[in-house]
């Protein structure tokens, strides 16, 4: 079935979906083997061990590219073991150049793991991209972004980003997990890798542990397949089968998320209690136009800060809720409060995070597809 014709509401029920050829399933099955029978050395019909390739894994890889519209995409066993397959692409004395607001564990991947192997990386504020000229030189090889970040929520113009990589031959990598694929596709604005932490928007229900990788050239396919099957971090059938399930659902999850957003974040703006309410939709955060121009709506990701600016008035709001389950993660269904300081960004050193503006009080919201009045008058009840 050829997908690039149809809107991409179509395509997330559609895309990398068959019919299966025995029975005739419309749901792609799952897959659940090992090792696959040939019928003589060599002869395998494309499966011969499952950690190089699975049906219902590749049935979902072809939806993620088709979705992302790009040409390729590799599924591995969590967002981490995607971004670990990404640095992988790097050599000793490589250098990086990497958005200084952006998840923990990437932050702690770079810095605990690769750096202990000659991999340079550089932290800085790409809200105007040009900023990033300063940074490269001959070992540059990778620039490395989130947008929207997480969790300050900062925009990062990618198209200008794309520029300047392909201008030094860099590769320019952008995780898209807070967006996901209905808002945002950085393929289309130059980027060569599309990062997700599937388990989030993509998956949608709290209930898979997911990474992919989207490309659209062929070598950077071949490399990263290569580490994907030598490295083995691979998802097993069923994982990739509920991410398939999710991804049907996404456009009509993603309407809500934005609609529940944009109502939270106008709650919490007029609060009387409430300090600072960051949320890519209001007119006045920064860089909403680029987010106007590279997104198609806002999303349901918020973080504030009270007034009394407090930790432990930020606990108590943390402790209170009934509907915003206090947990990490982010895009389920169900709406989620956490406190990034000590939970999502807890590896970042301290000095860091409040140089970039991530302070102890800040709450982070995953605003899921309850009803808001719900919402809001859980919210109302945890601030007082």
Known sequence: ???????????????????????????????????????????????????????TRNALQNALAAIENGKYGLCFGSGMAATDAVAKLLAPGDEVIVSNDLYGGTYRIFTKVFAN????????????????????????????????????????????????????????????????????NPLDLGADIVLHSATKYLGGHSDVVHGALIMND?????????????CGAVPGPHDCWLVLRGIKTLHVRMQRH????????????????????????????PNHAIAKKQMRGFGGMISFTLKDDNIDAALHVLKNTKLFSLAE???????????????????????????????????RLSVGIEDVDDLIEDLAHAIG
């Open 1 to 55: 079935m050829q997908h690039k014709k149809y809107k991409l509401d179509t395509k997330l029920i559609h895309a990398g979906i068959e019919p299966d050829p025995t029975t005739g399933a419309i749901m792609t099955p799952i897959y659940q083997t090992s090792t696959y029978v040939q019928a003589a050395p060599g002869d395998h019909k494309g499966y011969e061990y499952a950690r190089t390739q699975n049906p």
């Open 117 to 184: 192997y000659g991999i340079k990386f550089h932290f800085i504020g790409m809200e105007d991209a040009q900023n990033i000229n300063q940074y490269i030189n001959s070992n540059t090889k990778m620039i490395w972004i989130e947008t929207p970040t997480n969790p300050l929520l900062n925009i990062i113009d990618i198209e200008a980003c794309s520029i300047i990589a392909k201008k030094h031959k860099l590769i320019l990598v952008c995780d898209n997990t807070f967006a996901s694929p209905y808002l945002q």
């Open 218 to 230: 062929l070598s950077l396919e071949e490399r990263l397949r290569f580490i994907q099957n030598s």
């Open 258 to 285: 934005c609609e529940n957003g944009k109502a939270i974040a106008e709650y919490l703006r007029a609060h009387p209690k409430v300090g600072r309410v960051l949320w890519v939709g209001f007119e006045d955060h």
């Open 329 to 363: 993660s982010l895009g389920g269904v169900e709406s989620l409060i956490g406190h990034p300081a000590t939970m999502t960004h807890a590896s970042i050193p301290r000095e860091d995070r409040i140089k970039n503006g991530l302070v102890d009080s800040l709450i």
